[in-house]
């Protein structure tokens, strides 16, 4: 458990984590997302019922949720693009994973992830 909360925490915050790369306007690709999503759904199972999340990690899943689609966006306005499935389904999968831990309950955006 503690280094599954570290490697969300480091997607989340690190200087090399997905907000960052989003920033930068650089796509770790499709299984990359894939993986991030299956990680934070383990996570939620092994937070079930925990009243509580720790300030680190709060800050991380924020990240991840909020800042990783609102920085592509902001590329996108400034003339980048992506590949046709990064927004759908990837970055709303990412989302949903992150919710779901917030909700303490599995949020779906497509099945089978």
């Known amino acids: 458990m503690d280094e599954l909360r570290q490697n ?3 997607a989340g915050l690190g200087k090399k984590g997905l907000p960052v790369m989003a920033h930068s306007g650089e ?3 499709h299984e990359y997302f894939m993986d991030l999503t299956r990680a934070l759904r383990t996570l939620l199972d092994h937070l079930k019922g925990q009243a509580h999340l720790d300030r ?6 924020y990240a991840l949720g909020c800042h990783v689609d609102r920085q592509y966006q902001a590329a996108v306005g400034c003339g980048m693009t992506f590949r046709d499935d990064l927004f759908d389904p990837d970055i709303l999968n990412l989302e ?6 917030f909700a303490d309950e599995r949020i779906e955006f497509m099945e089978g992830i």
């Open 27 to 29: 796509d770790p690709g």
């Open 8 to 10: 969300i925490v480091d």
């Open 96 to 101: 949903a994973a992150v919710e779901s831990i």
């Open 56 to 61: 680190e990690l709060s800050c991380a899943l």
